[in-house]
């Protein structure tokens, strides 16, 4: 597992000190980061790809392998991913499969990368519209989170950041979860880097004893069943906020079957509704739970979701198809 999480102010201009000596090093970067911070990159030979879900595809996957091996690439190159969630998958994908696998290394450059994406050493490619179907588990031999960079991510991404760090605290971070509460994170970067340290620590906590999701891990689904659907049948949400509303939904369930107390589903929810996050879908619930039954997370005859019980507590429920 990663422990490798180096996260605070005014760290990209000393990437160098951290990429391993002697190692060629190609970066796949996101063509947003290219524009606003290619002075950085340019000494690398560099892949830029775009960000977005229809590029997370076997399809980018060729064009970059192509690219390496034409640039004559070996087993010792190191494969440096610059970018938000989308690029991280790409390039830690390309990574572990590039030759059976090659030495890899993040530079998030959102916070949702920062907070979730780029650690836990799962990566992936969509097919025919299904999230992350194909994909491997390969740990980065570090990732770099410097906040500095979120000054130029758009609102939106950042709301869509603070969905899976709302969910970490949930899901392990009491704590974590009042300090979101009483302050305005994007305000404050050095309560900021000790909110993403603290829903970091959650993750790794998690994924150290559960690295491949054989039962703990998949508590960090929580909101993702339901979300990954909404975010198939929508173009209208990014994956924060299509999280966001699969919270909601997990908390309605939970509410239902007695497991929580519907004045802390009101405080979660309110808590989204705080961060600008939408709580609801109108997509019609048949479609919905048509679209669930495809999803990876859909295990045999049966469907997972992770119910909160209490801030910081959540169970895994088995339903039938
Ligand atoms: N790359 C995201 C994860 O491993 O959970």
Same mark, same amino acid.
């Given at each position: 597992?990663?422990?490798?999480?180096?996260? +605070?102010?005014?760290?990209?201009?000393?990437?160098?000190?951290?990429?391993?000596?002697?190692?060629? *090093?190609?970066?796949?970067?996101?063509?947003?980061?290219?524009?606003?911070?290619?002075?950085?990159?340019?000494?690398?030979?560099?892949?830029?790809?775009?960000?977005?879900?229809?590029?997370?595809?076997? $399809?980018?996957?060729?064009?970059?392998?192509?690219?390496?091996?034409?640039?004559?690439?070996?087993?010792?190159?190191?494969?440096?991913?610059?970018?938000?969630?989308?690029?991280?998958?790409?390039?830690?994908?390309?990574?572990?499969?590039?030759?059976?696998?090659?030495?890899?290394?993040?530079?998030?450059?959102?916070?949702?990368?920062?907070?979730?994406?780029?650690?836990?050493?799962?990566?992936?490619?969509?097919?025919?519209?299904?999230?992350?179907?194909?994909?491997?588990?390969?740990?980065?031999?570090?990732?770099?989170?410097?906040?500095?960079?979120?000054?130029?991510?758009?609102?939106?991404?950042?709301?869509?950041?603070?969905? $899976?760090?709302?969910?970490?605290?949930?899901? +392990?971070?009491?704590? /974590?979860?009042?300090?979101?509460?009483?302050?305005?994170?994007?305000?404050?970067?050095?309560? /900021?880097?000790?909110?993403?340290?603290?829903?970091?620590?959650?993750?790794?906590?998690? *994924?150290?004893?559960?690295?491949?999701?054989?039962?703990?891990?998949?508590?960090?689904?929580?909101?993702?069943?339901?979300?990954?659907?909404?975010?198939?049948?929508?173009?209208?949400?990014?994956?924060?906020?299509?999280?966001?509303?699969?919270?909601?939904?997990?908390?309605?369930?939970?509410?239902?079957?007695?497991?929580?107390?519907?004045?802390?589903?009101?405080?979660?929810?309110?808590?989204?509704?705080?961060?600008?996050?939408?709580?609801?879908?109108?997509?019609?619930?048949?479609?919905?739970?048509?679209?669930?039954?495809?999803?990876?997370?859909?295990?045999?005859?049966?469907?997972?979701?992770?119910?909160?019980?209490?801030?910081? $507590?959540?169970?895994?429920?088995?339903?039938?198809?």
């Amino acid at each position: 597992m990663v422990k490798n999480v180096i996260i +605070g102010q005014g760290l990209l201009p000393r990437l160098n000190e951290f990429l391993p000596a002697g190692k060629r *090093v190609v970066a796949i970067v996101d063509s947003n980061v290219y524009a606003l911070y290619g002075d950085t990159f340019r000494q690398f030979e560099c892949i830029i790809v775009e960000a977005s879900e229809e590029k997370k595809t076997l $399809e980018t996957m060729g064009k970059i392998y192509s690219q390496l091996i034409e640039s004559g690439a070996d087993r010792g190159v190191f494969i440096l991913g610059v970018g938000g969630g989308i690029v991280t998958d790409i390039a830690g994908f390309a990574a572990a499969t590039y030759m059976r696998g090659v030495d890899f290394g993040f530079v998030a450059t959102t916070l949702l990368a920062q907070i979730d994406a780029s650690v836990g050493g799962k990566n992936g490619v969509n097919i025919g519209g299904y999230k992350n179907m194909a994909g491997t588990f390969r740990q980065p031999l570090f990732v770099l989170s410097d906040v500095d960079l979120l000054d130029t991510l758009p609102e939106r991404e950042f709301r869509a950041g603070m969905a $899976e760090m709302i969910k970490a605290a949930i899901v +392990g971070d009491a704590a /974590l979860f009042t300090l979101i509460e009483n302050h305005d994170l994007r305000a404050d970067k050095s309560l /900021l880097i000790n909110a993403i340290r603290a829903a970091v620590e959650v993750k790794i906590g998690i *994924v150290e004893r559960d690295e491949t999701e054989q039962g703990e891990r998949r508590k960090l689904n929580l909101g993702h069943t339901f979300g990954h659907a909404v975010e198939k049948l929508t173009r209208q949400f990014n994956h924060g906020e299509a999280v966001s509303i699969g919270i909601v939904e997990a908390c309605r369930m939970s509410v239902e079957r007695g497991l929580l107390e519907p004045s802390t589903a009101a405080r979660i929810e309110g808590l989204l509704k705080k961060w600008g996050l939408p709580v609801e879908t109108d997509l019609p619930r048949g479609e919905l739970m048509k679209a669930i039954r495809h999803d990876k997370k859909a295990d045999g005859d049966a469907i997972r979701f992770v119910l909160p019980r209490a801030i910081g $507590e959540v169970e895994e429920l088995k339903t039938k198809n």
